[in-house]
Nanobody
Framework: VQLVESGGGLVQAGGSLRLSCAAS????????MGWYRQAPGKQRELVAY????????DYLDSVKGRFTISRDNAKKTMYLQMNSLKPEDTAVYYC?????????WGQGTQVTVSS
């Protein structure tokens, strides 16, 4: 199993980024997936979740209305559109399953939001 996150970067507050998660070696289309993030000195937290068919989503309260999770099962890829970014969104972002035994974490993608 390989999960490869990309799309992070340095952006000013109020800016936008689109993260991608490319999955391989796993049954992507039957798994609910999630975007997670870990800020320095803090525990990893679930930011957004999407059901296997993309029909249901849910978000951490602090990102609701600003982030949008989506997926393309044909491409085995998941996305996170992040708008109106805030300095507190600064973290390394990871993707993984939402439920059950999680796969080994990928390298993540760094998102840094400057004030």
């Amino acid at each position: 199993v390989q999960l490869v996150e990309s799309g992070g970067g340095l952006v000013q507050a109020g800016g936008s980024l689109r993260l991608s998660c490319a999955a391989s070696g796993m049954p992507f289309s039957i798994n609910a997936m999630g975007w997670y993030r870990q800020a320095p000195g803090k525990q990893r937290e679930l930011v957004a979740y999407i059901s296997s068919d993309g029909g249901r989503t849910d978000y951490l309260d602090s990102v609701k209305g600003r982030f949008t999770i989506s997926r393309d099962n044909a491409k085995k890829t998941m996305y996170l559109q992040m708008n109106s970014l805030k300095p507190e969104d600064t973290a390394v972002y990871y993707c993984n399953k939402r439920y059950g035994d999680l796969y080994n974490w990928g390298q993540g993608t760094q998102v840094t939001v400057s004030s």
